[in-house]
């Protein structure tokens, strides 16, 4: 049975090696521990081995990881770039490549995916991110129509932290916006998708996407590009069976998935868009994630706060 002095020494250890920048201390995880350690007495199965296993399996994003990530996608358009003119049988060198990103970039414009009621999500933060890291301008959904009508941009990106189940993204499109009421009124974004189509490409770029949340939203908007840096799947649900971060953790699997089920349920209720995921970043979780991550009551610590408290 392991100790909870044990638990915390091994992921104390990665916190003094910056694993977690600065948004996990020591404090917070020993309160987030002594959750489970509460839980001892009136469980079959040990809870501090469910909190190894839960720190072992979190995926967290430093804050040095976003511009690699942001970089790795800018590399991934200028291949588009190079593959369009080979389409005609050209290949642009090193300096017309160079050219060709400078006005791509000068028609490029990045929107935040987030409705105009919705300050200071992780869709603002991912907008700021790009813009310090790729100088392109960034605006909100309220700039979108003049951005393309008065400053002639062509290609469009709705980025984000992360897309799970797509439902925040496919709410954006669908409800009601106005970009400037005296101008041009209330409209939707998937108007301005068929008004535009022939002239404007659209794209999504995030840092991570579900499957799942990538099909729901191809499934309404084919003709929306995805840039992303990692893709997670079924594989990654901490209360399946088939989760990829149980080898280490054979023999307690079925007492843990039953201990996570449960206090899920308790924390988060019938939450619709919980994908049970290890998912982290440095200024919050998804609410795609374990509510065991980012949940907290007069009963429970969050180790991470929460970065979409509506949909995602």
């Known amino acids: 049975m392991s100790s909870r002095n044990e638990v915390l020494d091994i992921y104390k250890k990665y916190i003094s090696q910056g694993w ?32 190894d296993l839960l720190l072992n399996a979190l995926i967290f ?6 511009p690699a990530i942001i970089r790795s996608i800018e590399n991934r358009i200028k ?15 090193e300096n017309e490549l160079a050219q060709a990103w400078c006005q791509y970039k000068q028609e490029c414009f990045i929107c935040s995916a987030a409705r105009p009621e919705d300050a200071g999500t992780s869709a603002h933060q991912a907008a700021r991110d790009w813009r310090n890291i790729t100088d392109i301008e960034t605006g909100t959904v309220v700039q979108l129509k003049r951005a393309m009508l008065e400053k002639g941009k062509k290609h469009i990106f709705f980025v984000d932290d992360f897309i799970g189940t797509g439902s925040k993204m496919l709410t954006l499109f669908s409800c009601d916006l106005f970009p400037d009421a005296n101008t041009y009124g209330f409209q939707k974004i998937k ?3 068929e008004e535009f189509k022939n002239d404007v490409d659209f794209n999504i770029a995030v840092y991570a996407i579900c499957k799942q949340g990538r099909r729901n939203i191809k499934e309404e908007y084919d ?9 997670y799947d079924e594989q990654y649900d901490l209360q399946s069976n088939n989760c990829v971060f149980y080898d280490m953790f054979d023999a307690e699997r079925n007492t843990i998935i039953e201990y996570i089920t449960n206090k899920q349920r308790e924390l988060n209720g019938d939450h619709q868009y919980a994908l049970n995921l290890p998912i982290g970043f440095t200024h919050g979780c998804p609410n795609n994630t374990l509510a065991l991550y980012y949940k907290s009551n007069e009963n429970w610590v969050g180790l991470l706060k929460e970065t979409h408290p509506s949909n995602s």
């Not at 994003?61 to 976003?66: F, M, V």
């Not at 291949?79 to 060198?93: I, P, T």
Request: hydrophobic fraction near 35%.
């Open 223 to 231: 003709h929306l590009f995805f840039y992303f840096g990692d893709l």
């Open 61 to 66: 994003y430093q804050s040095k990881h976003i």
């Open 191 to 193: 108007d301005l998708f």
């Open 20 to 51: 977690y920048d600065n948004t996990i201390s020591f404090a917070d995880i020993e309160c987030w521990v002594d959750n489970f350690e509460k839980d001892r007495e009136h469980m079959e199965c040990d809870p501090l081995v469910c909190a």
């Open 79 to 93: 291949s588009r770039l190079n593959q369009e003119k080979q389409k005609l049988g050209y290949r642009l060198s």
